[in-house]
């Protein structure tokens, strides 16, 4: 009589019927639980020898402002303001743990105020990429107090821990834009004495995520439940770059500017540009339009964009390394087709966009409707190798698409 010799794990010795899975080598046997150990071993070792390619390049504030030049057309001072922040933050990170001084360097995120349109995303997101860090877009609109329809405020880090492939340390040292925060302002400048669940009650919920605290982070995003597994993710090192359009603060700022220049004490060499009231954007206007002071006091910089006026406009079609008319040249390149622009056309493109008053936005949709017919038809013809986008080819979409809106409307 043979005795069956039992099968096991060569590694951790289990037998057959204590594993779930039991695969046989040519002279071993490895089973399920030992496969995993092994994958978490090689992962880890995976993540440490790639973990200093991918840190981020500290650059100076000039470097910094050379690279935005590459990508947004004008607004000098927002790019100044944006590129000092984000270097006295991360040098501030990179000395945490070296520097033996008592002294404390505090975080300093930034408002930024500038019409629709007029690049505060852009800014925000080329120098994410110029420095290799995470980046997210939180949508402020969409945020409600916690017990309400809508998102919890921390899904905000939700959306950086998914841009950060799940890696807490490395998002911990990423940039959130948070857009449309002018959305969430309180609706009088007093207290409210009712629940402002999509207001004033976000702001607040808001202020512990700016000034720096250990947030549990639901990780897929939405609506946090008691059973959910979190993750816990420190937002001191979080840099929070807010965006809005802010519409009729020029009101607020008219009115403080018109109280100082009351009086024989009026100094008459300090005119005032009424064209652009944004130039003159305080910490004391965003209160009086409706952000709470403590939001204000965690968010110290406010920086402003000016309004994009013809020149950049036209700049903006042309210039940069990723220009709208770039973008269609090379989608036609795609199909064999050689696609130019006429001064002329382009100088008409940017008088409608400036009748329409949506900034480079407004540039974008114009374009899509001269560029319809032709991205519709050239892909099939194989007739023609080459457009010449003239002022006339311009003048006859643009009343085409005139004609079809009258005939909808």
């Known amino acids: 009589m043979t005795v069956e010799k039992s099968v096991q794990c060569s590694f ?3 037998n057959k019927q204590d594993t779930e899975i039991l695969i046989a080598g040519s002279s071993a046997h490895i089973c399920n639980s030992c496969i995993e150990q092994a994958y978490n071993i090689v992962e ?3 993540k440490s ?4 390619s991918e840190e981020f390049t500290l650059l100076k504030p000039l470097e910094i402002k050379n690279h935005l030049d590459d990508f947004v057309i004008g607004q000098d001072f927002a790019k100044k303001v944006l590129s000092v922040a984000v270097y006295n933050h991360y040098k501030r990170i990179s000395q ?3 520097s033996d001084s008592d002294v404390e360097i505090e975080k300093s995120n930034i408002i930024m105020v500038g019409r629709t349109g007029t690049g505060k995303t852009l800014l925000a997101r080329s120098i994410a990429k110029l420095l290799n860090v995470p980046f997210c877009i939180a949508d402020a609109t969409v945020l409600t107090e916690a017990g309400y329809v809508g998102e919890d405020v921390e899904s905000i880090l939700s959306r950086l821990l998914q841009s950060a ?8 040292k990423g940039i959130v834009f948070i857009d ?17 669940v999509s207001g004033e009650g976000v702001q607040q919920a808001m202020l512990k995520l700016l000034e720096g605290t250990i947030v549990n982070v639901p990780p897929q995003g939405g609506r946090k439940h008691p059973d959910q597994k979190m993750i816990a993710l420190d937002t001191k090192d979080i840099l929070f770059i807010s965006g809005g359009a802010f519409d009729g603060v020029e009101k607020h700022i008219a009115a403080r500017l018109n109280t100082r220049a009351i009086g024989f004490k009026a100094n008459k060499d300090n005119q005032v540009d009424d064209s652009n009231f944004l130039k003159y954007i305080s910490p004391q206007d965003l209160k009086t339009f409706g952000l709470i002071p403590e939001l204000i006091g965690r968010m110290p910089i406010v920086t402003y964009l000016n309004p994009l006026d013809r020149n950049a406009l036209k ?49 974008r949709s114009i374009c899509e409707a001269v560029m319809l017919d032709a991205m519709y038809n050239f892909p099939s013809d194989n007739s023609k190798k080459e457009l010449l986008i003239s002022s006339s080819y311009v003048k006859k979409e643009l009343n085409k698409l005139e004609a079809q809106t009258l005939k909808v409307a």
Not at 165 to 172: F, L, R, T
Not at 187 to 192: E, F, G, M, T, Y
């Open 12 to 14: 951790c010795g289990r």
């Open 44 to 46: 880890q070792d995976v």
């Open 96 to 98: 945490v743990n070296t």
């Open 315 to 363: 700049l903006i079609l042309t210039e940069p390394k990723n220009a709208i008319t770039k973008q269609y040249i090379k989608l036609f390149d795609l199909d064999g087709v050689t696609l130019s622009f006429d001064k002329k056309a382009i100088d008409l493109i940017v008088d409608k966009a400036l009748e329409f008053e949506l900034g480079a936005r407004g540039l």
């Open 49 to 52: 020898s790639t973990k200093t």
């Open 180 to 196: 449309e925060i002018d959305k969430v302002a309180r609706k009088s400048d007093n207290p409210s004495i009712t629940r402002d």
């Open 165 to 172: 492939d799940y890696d807490v340390e490395k998002a911990k």
